[in-house]
């Protein structure tokens, strides 16, 4: 069982950055691998990123590709840098783990944290 806390969201000015963290709890984080996602009004979830547990491979949606970046540590945490923000980049964000190799589909994932909002104004 993995419970996952999200922190860091807020409202920042276009071209701005924000640094997501996800805090895992349980024994067996290096077990998962992990992703984010994001839902804005309206919207359905999608993927933004996700990471491998064994070799630190990562993947990006295109939409956020180069100005995004997923990383994690030993300490139970994964991280998304988000850099040169846009407003279309405003929604709720959601890190998610799954004990499967990562999947840009939220079927692919197995635990899910609560949120945190990220509003970029423009």
């Known amino acids: 069982q993995v419970q996952l806390v999200e922190s860091g969201g807020g409202l920042v000015q276009a071209g701005g950055s924000l640094r997501l963290s996800c805090a895992a709890s349980?024994?067996?984080?290096?077990?998962?691998?992990m992703g984010w996602f994001r839902q804005a009004p309206g919207k359905e979830r999608e993927f933004v990123a996700a990471?491998?547990?064994?070799?630190?491979?990562t993947y990006y949606a295109n939409s956020v590709k180069g100005r995004f970046t997923i990383s994690r540590d030993n300490a139970k945490n994964t991280y998304l840098q988000m850099n040169s923000l846009k407003p279309e980049d405003t929604a709720v964000y959601y890190c998610?783990?799954?004990?499967?190799?990562?999947?840009?589909?939220?079927?692919?994932?197995?635990?899910w944290g609560q949120g945190t909002q990220v509003t970029v104004s423009s």
């Open positions: 349980g024994r067996t984080f290096i077990r998962y691998d």
């Open positions: 990471i491998s547990r064994s070799d630190g491979r």
């Open positions: 998610a783990a799954t004990r499967r190799d990562y999947s840009t589909l939220e079927s692919g994932y197995d635990y």
